[in-house]
């Protein structure tokens, strides 16, 4: 029987079926619809700009999946306990480390890293939603975006929460959205804090009114990794292992 001869489906269910050939293998399979639209949503075939992570936990126990952060995820570190059902609410402040490439980007051979945009969010306003389920969402500030010296390929994004309900789920993927743009940060903001006496411990006054990135280098312009603790949008403290001179570039 000729494939034309078949009666076209008229009401189509996320279970059907139709055949394709393998990238690769040229093997015949069948494919469904659901797993069709998976792949268009993830891929961000349709929509070349949304932004989509999962969102993964992190084992501790140190056997089983979820042993190395994912690209393409949203995830915390330190990461705490996973508690009942691996959810954490949408309704609290959130300290996510977020990856510098979206779902999207997993499926391309070259795949841009797109933190700069993170940079640009900060002091504007973002919705956090479960891609499959709007009720499940989060409004916040995008108050902060620093790069992980840790793990380069993610950024710390500190969200203050504005309004929100439900959870985030692991394993469930989520869209960030702008909602209200600060134009304050097409200009950029900056200070350089000269530190010319030696200390462990800088205290700096930048007046950015924003909680900036700071990248230090000693006096032989070497750059030196210390604790920064954000007083407010205002002030922050430096601490190193040791004393040194130098300074500090806030952006």
């Not at 001869?5 to 996320?14: E, F, H, Q």
């Not at 639209?37 to 936990?57: A, C, M």
């Not at 009942?84 to 480390?97: R, W």
Request: charged content about 20%; proline content about 5%.
């Amino acid at each position: 029987m000729r494939i034309q001869t078949y009666p076209i489906a008229a009401d189509i269910k996320t279970g059907d079926k139709w055949i394709g050939t393998k990238e690769g293998t040229n093997a015949t399979k069948n494919f469904s619809v659901k797993e069709v639209i998976d792949f268009l949503n993830e891929t961000s075939s349709v929509d070349s700009q949304t932004l989509r992570y999962k969102f993964q936990f992190l084992n501790l126990s140190g056997v089983g999946p979820d042993l190395v952060r994912e690209k393409g995820t949203i995830s915390f570190k330190p990461q705490l306990p996973a508690p009942p059902g691996k959810t954490i609410s949408l309704n609290s402040d959130l300290e996510i480390l977020l990856s510098n490439y979206s779902l999207k980007y997993l499926s391309q051979p070259l795949s841009p890293d797109i933190s700069s945009f993170y940079t640009k969010l900060i002091d504007s306003r973002v919705f956090l939603t479960n891609t499959e389920d709007i009720t499940q969402f989060g409004v916040y500030t995008w108050a902060n975006a620093v790069q992980n010296a840790a793990e380069p390929n993610f950024t710390d994004v500190s969200l203050t929460k504005i309004q929100g309900q439900g959870d985030l789920i692991a394993g469930k993927q989520y869209f960030i959205s702008l909602l209200q743009w600060n134009p304050a940060n097409d200009t950029d903001k900056n200070f350089v804090f000269d530190q010319a006496i030696p200390s462990a411990v800088w205290t700096v006054q930048h007046n950015l009114n924003k909680f900036c990135s700071v990248t230090v280098v000693n006096s032989f312009d070497e750059t030196v990794f210390g604790n920064v603790e954000y007083i407010d949008k205002n002030n922050l403290t430096i601490t190193f292992a040791s004393p040194f001179s130098g300074e500090a570039f806030c952006n």
